[in-house]
């Protein structure tokens, strides 16, 4: 069983920075892909982040320039970088991981975590 739990939201004022980081646990054998998506009321979850384990990067057209994923591998970490916040960058932030298991080092499972609350407002 894999976890992921995701820490740093909170309440920041517009132009402010907020650091998100998830940790992974658990009978993990590998991890591929990690990311970040958000959902904010009313919409559909979009993906705001992704990184490759070659350290390739891909981000949401809005949030180019200002925010910047990273990931320890040794750590089994993967964090975001959010600066310059906006209002509509307001949504509840979720980890994203493509892993395998100890019991199962062949297949590969998409993970979420529970997610945390960003709120942009002055």
């Known amino acids: 069983q894999v976890q992921l739990v995701e820490s740093g939201g909170g309440l920041v004022q517009p132009g402010g920075s907020l650091r998100l980081s998830c940790a992974t646990s658990g009978s993990i054998r590998n991890i591929n892909y990690m990311g970040w998506y958000r959902q904010a009321p009313g919409k559909r979850r979009e993906l705001v982040a992704g990184?490759?384990?070659?350290?390739?990067?891909d981000y949401a057209y809005s949030v180019k320039g200002r925010f910047t994923i990273s990931r320890d591998d040794a750590k089994r970490t993967v964090h975001i970088q959010m600066n310059s916040l906006k209002p509509e960058d307001t949504a509840v932030y979720y980890c994203?991981?493509?892993?395998?298991?100890?019991?199962?080092?062949?297949?590969?499972?998409?993970?979420w975590g529970q997610g945390t609350q960003v709120t942009v407002s002055s």
């Open positions: 994203n991981v493509h892993a395998s298991s100890i019991s199962s080092p062949t297949l590969w499972s998409e993970y």
């Open positions: 990184i490759t384990p070659s350290g390739t990067t």
